[in-house]
């Protein structure tokens, strides 16, 4: 049986009237006027559907509350020590209005648990961190059925430092890729994301990997100011590599914001007549000569005004969220802004559905 959306309650965290209606702006002509209601409707039909709305950040979300994040383990030290926390977590970004959920899995290959000896635990791990994104789905959906159409994405990072791609294995990665892409599907992910990769070869491997699962594959790459990935390679290069496998989706994420300017335009001109998916979900910070990382560049409300005008600007952009620094009051924001009326999240989640059966395991 398909899923249909219901016309379901908006989280009364994101709730606005539509800026374009006239009960958001009493004394505007459009209240009197008999042809105002269906010239509004005639352009919102003819324009794009909204962007799907990813969650935020975890890792930074896990820092912020007090979980555990040091070194080698990093955010997988939360599914030994605070397993609450990471269920928290993912219900606030749904109860602000995300509709794809992002596992706690960034650091859950063998490899990396292997520097605290906890290799043998790796399979444990993964499943726990989709176990706790499912509880939260299932949590939420007792309190707004429409939870039923959250879709949840496996993370599939780097297997080295993501920001030193000259560390990475490249294509060797591939058979580790592949033991963690099939145990996010076994534990039960709808989608599988390999996230924050910044050269080809590894990008190529991870999604090799996740090929031939019976899951969407999405790929998520960091930019750099120039438009290039952060190996310096372009996103041409990029999906001259992937010609012969299947992925779905295509997006920039833990990129600076400021960098989007020159990265969007590069990842939809070189995905012209791909049919991808394309989207991004940039980092909250950027680096400062004078003082260094700053987490926070600009604050919620800024960076949901400049992602929505990327999204009017780039109306190919059909996946949006926040990376590192954000929280669910930055998820919350874009929610605001990107599904102001019931009809545009419905229209979302219709787009959502369509894309991504869920998973029955």
């Not at 049986?1 to 009237?17: G, I, L």
């Not at 997006?251 to 990842?267: E, K, R, S, Y």
């Amino acid at each position: 049986m398909s899923e249909q959306p219901p016309p379901s309650p908006r989280p009364a965290s994101s709730t606005r009237p539509d800026p374009g209606s006239a009960s958001s702006n009493p004394g505007s002509p459009l209240a009197s006027d008999p042809h105002a209601s269906s010239d509004r409707e005639s352009r919102r039909t003819s324009s794009p559907p909204p962007p799907i709305l990813l969650d935020g950040a975890t890792g930074t979300e896990l820092e912020r509350r007090g979980a555990r994040m040091t070194a080698p383990l990093w955010s997988a030290h939360a599914l030994l020590d605070a397993p609450d926390i990471v269920r928290q977590i993912h219900l606030d970004y749904l109860r602000a209005g995300a509709q794809v959920l992002i596992t706690n899995t960034f650091r859950t290959h063998a490899r990396n648990l292997a520097a605290a000896d906890l290799q043998h635990r790796a399979a444990e791990l993964t499943h726990r961190a989709v176990a706790l994104a499912r509880e939260a789905r299932d949590e939420f959906i007792r309190e707004n059925p429409s939870g039923r159409h959250t879709r949840i994405a496996g993370a599939i990072s780097p297997l080295a430092d993501c920001f030193r791609p000259e560390d990475s294995p490249g294509d060797a990665a591939a058979p580790e890729h592949r033991e963690l892409a099939t145990q996010l599907v076994e534990a039960g992910c709808d989608i599988l994301l390999a996230e924050t990769f910044g050269r080809v070869d590894e990008a190529r491997a991870a999604v090799s990997a996740a090929q031939d699962l019976g899951r969407p594959v999405w790929l998520a790459v960091v930019a750099r100011h120039d438009g290039h990935l952060l190996a310096g390679q372009s996103f041409k290069d990029l999906l001259a590599a992937l010609a012969d496998l299947e992925l779905q989706a295509l997006l920039i994420n833990c990129t600076d914001i400021l960098h989007l300017g020159a990265a969007v335009p590069a990842m939809l001109a070189s995905a012209e007549g791909h049919n991808l998916l394309l989207g991004t979900y940039p980092h909250t910070g950027h680096h400062s000569h004078d003082h260094g990382w700053q987490t926070h560049a600009t604050d919620a409300a800024t960076f949901a005004d400049h992602l929505t005008n990327l999204v009017t600007t780039y109306p190919q952009l059909s996946l949006v969220g926040a990376c590192c620094g954000s929280t669910p009051a930055w998820i919350s924001e874009l929610a605001t802004h990107l599904h102001p009326t019931c009809e545009h999240r419905d229209a979302a989640t219709t787009r959502l559905i369509t894309a991504v059966p869920r998973s029955t395991t």
